[in-house]
T-cell receptor
Framework: NAGVTQTPKFQVLKTGQSMTLQCAQDMNHNSMYWYRQDPGMGLRLIYYSASEGTTDKGEVPNGYNVSRLNKREFSLRLESAAPSQTSVYFCASSEWAGTGGLGYTFGSGTRLTVV | QQPVQSPQAVILREGEDAVINCSSSKALYSVHWYRQKHGEAPVFLMILLKGGEQMRHEKISASFNEKKQQSSLYLTASQLSYSGTYFC??????????FGTGTRLKVLA
């Protein structure tokens, strides 16, 4: 099925460990995004990639890095995980960034716990 | 700055109507509305564009007041399937959407 695929779905890390969350879309979308969702905070933008070859910081980029590997794939890396990074992470894509894109398609999410 | 949504939560009986508001401190180019069911990903409902018309998705409609930097989502004759958390996402011309904190909607039989 067409859409956004995230891996893994669940992950438990120890403080200080590193990991990479993977995201791939097969809709030929140009723009991709990483959000985190915490209770009562809604969805907060971590990083985004308006087009292949570009990445920009969102609202809460500290502690994260991203790579737009190609048009399909956009990964999120935690270099040294902290308990404050316990959250549900969503990847999303859209045809274009901003108003030109007609809605985001979200992946099913990654539930990350840092102990 | 996240847009502010109100109310934070609402409980309805089937068939009742509800309005969810989204306000921004910045000038807006467009607004997205999404619904998220528990444990699932948000699903896109509709986009409101600056200067555009009021939009509809089934019995859900929305409006966009550019001058007031506000959007409202209208749920008419609510159904059980409307239960979930509704998010607005706002674009101020920066190529990314910033989401509100959400409105939890529960429809009772």
């Amino acid at each position: 099925n067409a859409g956004v695929t995230q891996t893994p779905k669940f992950q438990v890390l120890k403080t200080g460990q590193s990991m990479t969350l993977q995201c791939a879309q097969d809709m030929n979308h140009n723009s991709m995004y990483w959000y985190r969702q915490d209770p009562g905070m809604g969805l907060r933008l971590i990083y985004y990639s308006a087009s292949e070859g570009t990445t920009d910081k969102g609202e809460v980029p500290n502690g994260y890095n991203v790579s737009r590997l190609n048009k399909r794939e956009f990964s999120l890396r935690l270099e040294s995980a902290a308990p404050s990074q316990t959250s549900v992470y969503f990847c999303a894509s859209s045809e274009w960034a901003g108003t030109g894109g007609l809605g985001y398609t979200f992946g099913s999410g990654t539930r990350l716990t840092v102990v | 700055q996240q847009p502010v949504q109100s109310p934070q939560a609402v409980i309805l009986r089937e068939g009742e109507d509800a309005v969810i508001n989204c306000s921004s401190s910045k000038a807006l180019y467009s607004v997205h509305w999404y619904r998220q069911k528990h444990g699932e990903a948000p699903v896109f409902l509709m986009i409101l564009l600056k200067g555009g018309e009021q939009m509809r998705h089934e019995k859900i409609s929305a409006s966009f007041n550019e001058k007031k930097q506000q959007s409202s989502l209208y749920l008419t004759a609510s159904q059980l399937s409307y239960s979930g958390t509704y998010f607005c996402g706002t674009d101020s011309g920066t190529y990314k959407y910033i989401f509100g904190t959400g409105t939890r909607l529960k429809v009772l039989a």
